[in-house]
């Protein structure tokens, strides 16, 4: 059998050993390479491993990098499915070949004896060979191998060839949800290995929370010593347990003691966390705290370079994460390149280490022949679960190890489970597929629902095993598109089962690819089998701006919560272990959204899991709507944020808005040829629709229903998709039948029956227009007649403007979109943005940008004037330059193509998000049900800046 096709682990490399970097010599072998692509071996060259090998006519490529993103082949994403027949461990013959052949010279002085040339990564069979010897096999494309080199190192014009197949046996262990993409995607290394160096070593630093003593011990070669001058730790024997006072890592305050391992031939710095991992009476806890996992799913992805991710971008994901609240991370589905853990270490960040494994195409197929359960792969397995412990041991971060993901389950995951608790017993073994949890130590699981985790959360499992351990959902809050929603929900069944202990929302980041104009997805390579906008779903956008769901996750998830009330102002410490003392509390007073008075509030020190009030400072009299907004930021800079970066806040709302003053008189409805002419209204006479306010043509307002889909409305994981019960019913494509238009006195009343064709039920509409000076009031009164087969996407109206009204401004809900079930996020203030501003550019177009609670709203041209609309009380808006069906046909964010108008939509209320698209619907509370609504709004035209 060939080697691309033998399911077992590669061959020929030295064991697995940490990630470390020490004193003696290295030698990045990064950057531009040789490079060829055949479209399988057999069509490969043969003697690229020959000194005398001709390569001048091969490509140029970087590495590291994934081929197919620098014009060789393209992407291809699938979600489940192989895209390749399941015939294990066969693999298509037609199987991309990428050669990689690179010259190089040592640099000068590189020592004689022993170096190893490492790969930490190589997606997904490697064949090496140095100087035409060859070195072996890799696979574990997400894993580090070594070679020795050192005999046959020259000190010029080394040649070292790499022959990577796109498939091998190994790519059935490797079905994760992202893109196919195939090469050397992280780096290369030399490293010279001084005889009596420091080969490997294994620090094991453990807390004892009831002392406040750390020890630490290191298991390593002999006659190391270690060094922690902080500490005064000097020339102590590593092997020998060494117990000290210290302080403590962890997510919230990762202090790192900085230290050598030393022999007369190698000094190896370490960075030392100390922290002890333990499950208690049925929680996990970290030095004696229960901790709840406010985490993410972390892929690996850069939208021009896909899994080759620098360090600086792993950097840039952690400030991100942290920035946000967040304090965990699952590595889903594999070992990220070990830089992203060194800073997960530095910075503070919980994380379930994963390993490079997952068999979910077998799902399908019943599972029948699935590799978790068959002999001939279980040396693969303990091999890839070697490599990640061996790796990645020396990490405090590191809190849990993970088997993998979505493999079903079989002996051979049971016995990585036996080897890990053996090899590692400071960390409880994690695998969401063992469902009895036979061999693991916390039970997880993914998008449970709001009733399964309250079950849980009262101990009710049937199954006993599982009923004692901690829980986490290692996936939920799915981030596709528009949402999640539901996610206070989770926060509140986390908050009140001390067993449920949080969990990981799916996921970071959205894969999209850059292309021309906007972000690829599956298919837009025209793979033959592919699972769309699915790779889709993260909190931030794949040039990582943060999603709308961040922002809100970052809400939900705060570490100090601000509740105020009459009776004060309460502040709630959600940390797992740090105080408030490092942070200041600040309070603004705004009227109508203008700060009118501010202040800092004196809040003693608050314990974790403790909350205190205090008294109200003492407010000025405001004259209009006024609201009290408290925040807690950092007192001084973190390494992860300047000071003043806001952890948290709450609003109180001080006073109402003043009485309406009494109203004037009502103006008198006219008729002047087809059209009623009502204050500073005018309307056709025909339809009773409005067609100018105050000069500016106006569309509408009409009855509208409709919105355009969201992933979650299409979603199909929670029964019947909304979207399809929406459509099925007819809502994208309502009928107006006008009723009457009565033009009598001073009120114009139009009446029409808004139905979908082709269905019985409809909703009756009444709108009363009635003027007052330069306002106009529509008074609208909606009665739904029948049955409506479910619920509504949205009601309310929708108009259009001239596209001159390029600017909005608002007081209510913001800045950014909210939605019922997802709205913790908006505060009320005073907001403006242009229309284009307002849009959320989801790569796969749905509807987006709603802002909530909206007191009023004005849409204005540059010179000042334009409309305004105001609520009794309150209403929602969208405001874009294309309507609800352009977004809904839209594809990709350059579809969207503006139009002359600006297309409103004012909303009593839309219906909520869920997560469908992989998890719950939309709760029973959040559900937009056709019910009679009433609902007033004012209309006036404004002029120059000053209606303010
Ligand atoms: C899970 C899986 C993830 C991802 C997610 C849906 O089942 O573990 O890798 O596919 O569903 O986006």
Known sequence: MSYVEDPGPGHGSVPPRAAFTSDAPSCSLNGTWRFRLSPSLAAAPAGIEGDGFDDSGWDELPVPSLWQLHGHGRPAYTNVPYPFPVDPPHVPSDNPTGDHRLRFDLPGGWPAGSTVLRFDGIDSCGRIWLNGTELGVTKGSRLTSEFEVGSLLRPTGNVLAVRVHQWSAASYLEDQDMWWLSGIFRAVTLLARPAGGIADYGVRADYDHTTGLGTVRVETGPDVVLDIPELGVTAHPAGEPLELPVEPWSAESPRLYDGTLSTAAESVPVRIGFRTVSIEDGLLKVNGRRLLLRGVNRHEHDPRTGRAVSRETALADVLLMKRHNINAVRTSHYPPDAAFLELCDEYGLWVIDECDLETHGFEPLGWVGNPSAEPMWAEAYLDR???????????????????GNESHTGENLARMAEWVRHRDPTRPVHYEGDHDCAYVDVHSRMYATHEEVERIGRREDD???????????????????NGPGGLLEYRELFERYPNCQGGFIWEWIDHGLAADGHFAYGGDFGEPIHDGNFVIDGLVFPDRTPSPGLIEYAKIIEPV???ADAAGIRVSNHYDFLTTEHLVFTWVLEDEGTAVAQGVLDIPAVHSGQSVTVPMPSLPATAGESWLTVSASSASAASWAPAGHVVGWGQLPVSAAPAAAPLPRRGPVFRTGGRLVLGTGEFDAVTGTLTTLGGHAVRGPRLDVWRATTDNDRGTFAGRPAAEQWREAGLHRMQHRVISVDADGEELVVRTRVAPPAQPFGLFTAYTWTAFEDRLRLRLEVTPDGEFPGTLPRLGLAMAVPGTLGSAEWFGGGPGEAYPDSSQAARIG?????????????????????????????????????LRIDGEPQFDFTARRWDAAALEAARHTDDLVPGD????????????????????????????????????LWFRAVSGHRDR
């Not at 412990?389 to 020396?394: A, L, S, T, Y």
């Not at 996936?475 to 598109?481: D, F, I, N, S, V």
């Not at 869920?914 to 609902?935: D, I, N």
Request: aromatic share 8%; with cysteine.
């Open 385 to 403: 679960m070697r490599r990640t412990v061996e790796r990645d041991k020396n990490r405090p971060s590191v809190i849990l190890w993970s088997l």
């Open 463 to 481: 199954n006993e095993r599982r009923r004692d351990l901690p829980f986490l959902q290692c996936e939920y809050g799915h981030a596709m598109g």
């Open 561 to 563: 919560r601000i509740a």
């Open 830 to 866: 005073r907001f403006s943005s242009s229309v284009d501003g307002l849009q959320t550019p989801y790569v796969y177009p749905q509807e987006n940008g709603n802002r909530t609670a909206v007191r009023w709203a004005r849409l204005t041209a540059p010179d000042g004037t334009g």
């Open 901 to 936: 108008l600006v297309h409103l939509s004012v909303d009593v209320a839309q219906h909520g998000l869920g997560t469908a698209s992989c998890g719950p619907g939309v709760l029973p509370q959040y559900r937009l049900m056709p019910q009679k609504t009433e609902f007033t």
